[in-house]
């Protein structure tokens, strides 16, 4: 039986145990031109210690696809040598390093920019947007396989496609907020699913089998039974491991969830898809305790547990919970707007950790 510190092999790559810390944006240590400052590798060094795997939180193809001003990018070689030492950093812990990457569209924060989507303004009516052209589509898939050779180039050993969260790829894959007509079209599988699947073989095409390939998708597009249908089709993608999440919103609390499954609606029902997943599967959202991990690990939900919030308030949660020192891990408090984001200092249980030191 495997246990959240059991080794895993996928293909050449090893990774020492089965916690990732997975892919979370904090503008508060990048730079306005999308390169790497030593803020955010002191970040890694310490987040990824202890961790099998860490995902680097989204990193923009494009100048023009930011989530915000500061924002990481792999959208010009400069940028590589940055990167580079961001993977030597994550792989100096023992971890293995995966990059997201990701395109903005409607989730974009500059709100001078007009937004692509799959449909004009139909999810966000508050800014400028307008249905991408299958040029652009076919611009923005290039502008992925582009930004993964450079992280191959960095030294990073794979990487994941933000396909949900309401970013670009997201709203293809929802039934609702995907209005095409095209060979991009909502309403069939193949046709939603499209985008991603093409970008996942441009990026095999550009990188090869030199790199991990995984994509980041939700349990809910809008809802199980459209994702289990996106499931299906993505899988025939050239893909090693699948991420799954919530889709562009949080479901409602699922009230038949069995009493004694430790972790919330999402991951239940991530849980369900990962059964249909051909490749290793990453399960995350509110996955805080090691408790909620093991149980994931040893009931065979999952091959991966994601320990996100967990892992900002307490950056040392993986080496405590490998020896055993759970009690002493300082716990996420779940705040509604992540203070950590906002500022590090902020957090709840560093300001705990302040106090306790006096």
Not at 164 to 170: K, L, Q, S
Not at 177 to 192: I, K, L, P, W
Request: charged share 20%; with cysteine; proline share 6%.
């Amino acid at each position: 039986m495997n246990t959240l510190f059991s080794p895993m092999v996928i293909g050449r790559w090893s990774f020492p145990n089965r916690i990732v810390m997975p892919p979370m944006v904090r503008y508060t240590l990048n730079s306005r031109d999308g390169r790497v400052t030593d803020r955010s590798i002191e970040h890694y060094r310490d987040a990824a210690s202890s961790t099998g795997l860490v995902v680097v939180e989204a990193t923009a193809v494009a100048e023009n696809a930011k989530l915000h001003t500061n924002m990481l990018g792999l959208w010009c070689d400069e940028q590589i040598d940055g990167m580079r030492r961001l993977a030597e950093a994550i792989h100096e812990t023992g971890a293995a390093a995966m990059i997201q990457l990701c395109y903005a569209g409607l989730c974009s924060r500059d709100p001078s920019s007009i937004a692509l989507g799959p449909s004009p303004e139909y999810f966000d009516t508050t800014r400028l947007s307008r249905a991408a052209t299958i040029e652009e589509i076919q611009e923005i898939e290039a502008l992925h396989a582009a930004a993964a050779l450079r992280a191959m180039k960095a030294g990073f050993d794979g990487i994941e496609l933000h396909a949900t969260h309401g970013y670009f790829n997201c709203r293809f894959l929802d039934a609702v907020s995907n209005q095409r007509t095209d060979r991009y079209a909502g309403v069939s599988a193949q046709g939603r699913t499209r985008i991603v699947t093409e970008t996942l073989a441009a990026i095999r095409k550009e990188v090869g089998d030199q790199m991990l390939l995984s994509v980041r998708i939700g349990c809910n597009m809008p809802d199980f039974s459209t994702a289990q249908e996106n499931l299906l089709e993505i899988v025939k993608a050239p893909l090693d491991l699948i991420h799954f999440s919530r889709g562009t919103v949080m479901p409602a609390a699922d009230p038949s969830i069995p009493p004694d499954f430790p972790c919330n609606t999402v991951v239940y029902h991530s849980a369900k898809l990962a059964r249909l997943s051909p490749v290793p599967v990453i399960l995350s959202n509110e996955i805080r305790t090691p408790g909620q991990a093991q149980y994931l690990i040893q009931n065979g939900f999952c091959d991966f547990a994601a320990v996100g919030r967990g892992i900002l308030a307490d950056p040392h949660w993986a080496r405590k919970a490998s020896s055993g020192d759970e009690g002493t891990i300082d716990r996420c408090y779940g705040c509604a707007d992540c203070q950590w984001r906002i500022d590090p200092d902020r957090c709840p249980a560093a300001l705990r950790r302040s106090v306790l030191r006096g």
